[in-house]
């Protein structure tokens, strides 16, 4: 099973640290390691491929039908004792002296605590895991998949439902409600919905700006399916446009396109990005593609590595990147267009599967 190989490569990356055990209590690493959403607790992994989840009584009965078959002990423990004192004897147990630590993922306080209570030698994890990560399976692609295609229906129901006087937040939560009717766990992260003047802000945040007839409207938004988060942003004209919002429009596209093209495995990150700007600068908007391409996609919305022009680290196979250049008018208009891409040898998969072409809806 696919959380298992997981744990046999966790404890891999033991037995390469010379640790004793990893101590996992992020929710992102908890998914990645057990295949399970809905759970809390910690996760112990050994050299030999045993893996324990500690949990407690609102869990339990999830926990055993979820891990069990997979291989894992299930323990639970009583509210009566202290979670590092119940850690702690835990370790004491398994004879662990050398303890591998989320040191990416705990608060200077909480390492603090750990430290003082667990009375055991500690080892970062590092990067370890993220760099597990990076790379997709076929099932977690197949899950960023579902999740996109969740959210690709959830703008299509949205866009003929567009309105003039329509505020920005009540469009924004619509496009919620349709992707969660449609199967998702929770929004990717906070949606962008943006009209008119306000497509010029690439994180803007959904207000009260009412639709008018020749607006931009820019959806920055994604699904979850099981853990995984989808990406995408869509720029359409409603109602009519101007030669310029035509020109922009096109513009992006054409970079995308062109980003898409130069992305393959072992292409530095940073090439990705230059491909889009090359574009955006000769047609003179350079100044205003004010943020990197992309990002890595999958358990969290901002992965490594990623589409800037500062990144040296090689693209490789199962990646999933964001391609996402704008071009930003501040006071007038923005456009950006975002698919994710899956590397894949010489040419990427375009995940997404929503039309790009310039649109005026309601027209």
């Known amino acids: 099973m696919v959380s298992m190989n997981r744990v046999t ?14 101590l996992l209590t992020g929710e992102v690493n908890l998914i990645y390691a057990t295949g399970a959403t809905a759970l809390e607790g910690q ?17 339990t009965e999830a926990a055993e039908q979820m891990l069990t078959p997979q291989g894992f002990q299930v323990i639970t423990r009583s509210n009566t004792v202290g979670l590092y004192d119940y850690l702690r004897g835990l370790l004491h147990e398994h004879s662990i002296q050398k303890l591998m630590y989320e040191d990416d993922v705990l608060t200077v306080d ?47 129901k949205l866009l003929p439902e567009l309105r003039e006087g329509m505020t920005e937040r009540e469009a924004a939560a619509r496009l919620n409600y349709y992707m969660a ?3 998702s766990e929770k929004p990717s992260f906070d949606t962008i919905l943006l009209f008119g003047e306000n497509t010029s802000k690439p994180h803007g945040v959904p207000g009260d700006r009412a639709l008018r007839r020749g607006d931009f409207v820019l959806a920055d938004f994604g ?13 359409v004209a409603f109602g009519t446009a101007t030669d310029e919002m035509r020109k922009v429009y096109e513009t992006v596209l054409a970079a995308q396109l062109a980003a898409e093209q130069a992305a393959k495995a072992d292409l530095l990150c940073c090439g990705m990005h230059e491909a889009a700007a090359k574009v955006i ?7 205003y593609f004010t943020h990197a391409l992309g990002h890595s996609v999958g358990l969290e919305i901002h ?42 040898g010489a040419a990427p ?10 649109t005026i809806i309601n027209g």
């Open 9 to 22: 490569q966790l404890a891999k990356a033991v037995q390469e640290a010379g640790a004793e055990a990893m």
């Open 43 to 59: 996760c112990l992994i050994f050299p030999d491929g045993k893996a324990i989840f500690v949990t407690d009584g609102r869990y």
């Open 110 to 156: 909480e390492f603090a605590l750990m430290r003082e209570k667990l009375g055991v030698s500690f080892l970062p994890i590092g990067k370890r895991i993220r760099d597990l990560r990076a790379a997709k399976s076929e099932e977690e692609v197949a899950y960023i998949v579902q999740a996109q295609r969740i959210a690709e229906a959830a703008l299509e």
């Open 181 to 183: 009717l449609g199967g």
């Open 223 to 235: 699904a979850v399916c099981h853990g995984y988060h989808s990406d995408m942003t869509r720029t």
């Open 281 to 287: 600068a000769e047609a003179g908007y350079g100044a």
């Open 303 to 344: 992965e490594m590595p990623v589409a800037s022009p500062r990144c040296e680290k090689p693209l490789r196979d199962g990646i999933v990147i964001t391609d996402e250049p704008g071009i930003y008018l501040p006071g007038k208009f923005g456009v950006r267009i975002e698919d994710m891409l899956l590397i894949s």
């Open 349 to 358: 998969r375009n995940l997404t599967a929503f039309p790009k072409q310039f």
